[in-house]
């Protein structure tokens, strides 16, 4: 199965791809450049890993799943929180945790699915209990 993916010159997807696990050094997924506190800054994707999903999950016809691949030494260090960055960032978070029927503060952040915080989605079951 490892073959599959196994294409580090591109000629098959594009793009050079290797299998779950088996990317060389020197590359990184975006959620492991920013463990290491840096970004892609700007850079194209330098490869890929592609991989099944496990059967239990797997519906017929999903796709494989895929990560791009970023150079480490070309990533750049991730940009301080500023201030206004993190008033900014406040402020929308606050957004998602207010209720737009009761105007309150939920405490968690609303879904989407309701649009609304779960009392006044379901206030029926709130007055049982």
Do not use: N
């Not at 999950?57 to 691949?69: C, E, F, I, T, V």
């Not at 206004?84 to 406040?90: E, Y």
């Not at 699915?113 to 779960?118: E, H, P, Q, R």
Request: charged share 25%; proline share 10%; with cysteine.
């Amino acid at each position: 199965m490892a073959g599959r993916f196994w294409d580090p010159d591109g000629a098959r997807y594009g793009i050079p791809t290797y299998p779950f696990r088996l990317a060389p050094e020197g590359l990184a997924t975006r959620r492991q450049l920013r463990a290491a506190g840096l970004r892609p800054g700007g850079q194209d994707i330098a490869a890929q890993i592609l991989w099944r999903p496990r059967k239990k999950r797997r519906h017929k016809g999903q796709p494989l799943k895929k990560a791009y691949l970023y150079r480490v030494d070309r990533a750049l260090p991730v940009r301080p929180m500023t201030p206004g960055r993190a008033a900014a960032l406040a402020k929308a978070m606050a957004a998602r945790r207010t209720c737009p029927e009761c105007r309150t503060d939920a405490g968690y952040c609303i879904p989407t699915s309701l649009g609304m915080c779960v009392t006044c989605a379901y206030p029926e079951e709130q007055r049982a209990a």
